[in-house]
Structure formats: structure tokens, C-alpha cells
């Protein structure tokens, strides 16, 4: 990419005005929108500051920002173990969160991995961690309707099944990366195809009359500009 040539080959050093989109698509013969999507990638990277009616310009080097994956799959989890924190050491400004929640269809790709038919209704409660006003990740849970637990979801942890009240298992985590997708790239302030993190659980809760488990899912998307570390020393059992 010939932008990320000559930043970090510091060509173009910190402060430099970036020249137009116009400038690039007619320099390369690309779309205005291919080029805006590609200083979208270098201003998620932190390469590049972009702010409304300014020019963009070269960014100072970003500090390595850690979030620490607890990622030992165990048979039972609380809502306070943590599964995603910073890691000891990571540069990180003030952290604040954010909860919604509502009923949804689930997504196509969710109802394959929990099981469930096509177009099946879930309560999504999401939990958004945002570090100096941006967006790092959401962890969103996908519970049957009428699992709700009470109002003290909102204290669950991230990456914990927000729900209390109910006894729940999970075995394994599974954790993978991708392109954002979807409403992923609204949630996050993430340009199209940017890497993310995703970090997936399954749960089983039992069902509070019929005895038989139900399931339910923990979804994690992350940004890919952190750096991730594992961690398998927690166990659940804090």
C-alpha cells in the first residue's frame, strides 16, 4: 500500500498532511470509495489521524495497547471471572462501558453455532468497553426469551453470559480471527475489512421449570490494532 510505504518508512514523518482521497483515485485509477476505505484501515491501525473538516496526517507511533485473554476453557464460569482485561504493563487511557439489550433475530452464522433453526428470536444483551471514547470490543449474549435474570446483568463481566441468577457450564472457547462484518464495523467505528478478534462460548442453562438445558452464547468482537496475550492460569474459580 503505497500510503503505508512512506509512513513507515517515515518518508512521510509524524504531521504530515496526507493528500486528498480525490488525489490518490486519480493517481492510482481506484474509486474515491476504494481509497477512503484504505485510509479507513491505516486511521484503525493508528497510522493515521483523521479529524472532521481537517486534513488527515501522519500519527505519532501508537503505544502497544494488551487486553489479556483468560482463555482456559473450565466447566463453570461466574459473572465475575474475567475473561478479557488489560494485561499488566498496557498503555490505557480512561475506561468506560456501555449496555443495550433487546429481543433479535439472531444472526444466521449465531443460530448454526448454537443450534438453533433459521430465524430464531433471542434476547441480545451487548456489552461495549470503550477506552478514551473509542470502541476496543463488545461482548454480546444471546439468551432464550424469558431467561432474562434480573437487572444484574449489567455487572457481569465482559466475555461472561450476561445473565444471573441461573446456574450455567461452558467447556471450551474458541478463538479465531477475521475481516469485520456487518454492524460490527458501525459498533466499533471500523472501516470494511479491518481484522478483528472474535472469541466465541457456549453455554448450557438449565431451563428454570422443565430441567432440561437450554442454549445460549457469548460473542466477542474485538478491534485488531490491540495486541492480545493469553493467559490460562484463571480457572473460574475466583
Known sequence: ??????????????????????????????STMTVRDAVGVLVAEGMIHKQQGRHSRVNWPNPVHRLSINARPTARLGPKTRLIEFADGAEAGPVTREWSEGDVEVPKWVARWLELEA??????????????????????????????????WREVEVGQLALTGHAMATTFVEERTRTSIGE????????????VLLVCRPYQVPASE???????????????????????????SD
Open 184 to 195: 460490527e464495523c458501525e459498533e466499533l467505528d471500523l472501516p470494511r475489512g479491518v481484522p
Open 119 to 152: 430465524g430464531a428470536t433471542m434476547l441480545r444483551r451487548r456489552q461495549k468497553l470503550f477506552v478514551e471514547g473509542a470502541p476496543i470490543l463488545m461482548s454480546t449474549s444471546y439468551l432464550p426469551a424469558g431467561l432474562t435474570g434480573g437487572e444484574g
Open 210 to 236: 422443565a430441567g432440561s438445558p437450554v442454549r445460549a452464547g457469548v460473542l466477542i468482537v474485538a478491534r485488531g490494532d490491540y495486541v492480545y496475550t493469553r493467559h490460562a492460569g484463571v480457572d473460574g
Open 1 to 30: 500500500m503505497h500510503m503505508r510505504e512512506k509512513i513507515e518508512s517515515e518518508e512521510w514523518p509524524h504531521g504530515t498532511e496526507i493528500p486528498s482521497q480525490n488525489y490518490f483515485a486519480k493517481l492510482f485509477g481506484f
